[in-house]
């Protein structure tokens, strides 16, 4: 009788055991947006639905911005020149202004020398570091013209990037502007999905998330190697009272399809 009773509640745990099913979604879905206003001069409409390469599939015209480029790389050019000849005439002047400044001490003491003499020395001496110090200056300044230019042209290097859309080993998912359409900040422009694996939700009651991640994942019946890879432990806000729980898996060839998944102890049971 009580190894009757045992087999009874055994088959009614099978049989009333909870099962969910779930879409097989790409691992990652990303939203791309704009970094920055412009043209949309080039869609690739073509590539809907296939994996992307190095090939750009969304192309912001940048012309502007490659023509203030090219400027901005001559200037940094001529100015890191014009920097190189300062500290060049810097060095003379330091130079100079060492031998000025003996001649100066000598010629102060020297009683044959008339005081209007003395006088043009030192003026010319004066003279001699104003120069120096004003070269001092333009070199400082130069070198954060430089400073603000290199700036410039990396800002400028970046925007040329966010203009030419890529996604290597991403399929394209969906489009959501057109060739000729002038786009600003955080306009979406397309969707991408990361199809390297297949992610599957589901969302559990409260009793069964405290050892879900210990469980075995049945696939439509079948046993797999799989684990709860994530588990949110807070309540989900539009699934109440239940506990989003997420399993990694192998890429599918189709993805979108509805599956069965049990989870079930070591010995098969719930």
């Known amino acids: 009788m009580k190894i009757f009773l045992s087999l009874f509640f055994l088959s009614s745990t099978l049989l009333f055991s909870k099962v969910y099913y779930s879409k097989v979604e790409p691992y990652e879905l990303r939203t791309i947006s704009a970094n920055i206003a412009g043209l949309v001069e080039y869609v690739d409409e073509e590539s809907l639905g296939k994996k992307l390469d190095t090939t750009p599939y969304v192309i912001i015209d940048s012309e502007l911005d490659r023509?203030?480029?090219?400027?901005?790389?001559?200037?940094?050019?001529?100015?890191k020149e014009t920097l190189e000849l300062n500290t060049q005439m810097l060095q003379n002047l330091q130079d100079s202004l060492i031998k000025k400044?003996?001649?100066?001490?000598?010629?102060?003491?020297?009683?044959?020398?008339?005081?209007?003499?003395?006088?043009?020395?030192?003026?010319?001496?004066?003279?001699?570091?104003?120069?120096?110090?004003?070269?001092?200056?333009?070199?400082?300044?130069?070198k954060t013209q430089i400073a603000d230019l290199e700036l410039r042209k990396a800002q400028l290097i970046r925007s040329i990037k966010d203009k030419t859309l890529t996604a290597k080993g991403f399929v394209l998912y969906s489009l959501a502007v057109r060739e000729g359409q002038v786009v600003t900040m955080a306009t979406p422009l397309a969707k991408v999905a990361d199809v390297s694996k297949g992610l599957l939700t589901i969302y559990l009651d409260e009793e069964d998330v405290e050892e879900a991640q210990e469980k075995t994942v049945y696939i439509n019946g079948e046993k797999t190697n799989y684990k709860i890879s994530r588990l949110l432990r807070i309540a989900d806000s539009t699934n109440i009272s239940k506990y989003m729980a997420q399993i990694v898996i192998a890429s599918p060839k189709v993805f979108s399809k509805l599956v069965k998944i049990e989870l079930k102890g070591a010995e098969g049971e719930k």
């Open 101 to 142: 400044r003996e001649n100066y001490k000598r010629v102060e003491v020297l009683k044959i020398k008339s005081q209007i003499e003395k006088d043009k020395e030192f003026h010319d001496l004066i003279t001699s570091e104003n120069t120096y110090i004003g070269t001092q200056k333009e070199i400082v300044s130069l």
């Open 67 to 79: 023509d203030e480029l090219a400027y901005t790389k001559e200037k940094i050019a001529n100015l």
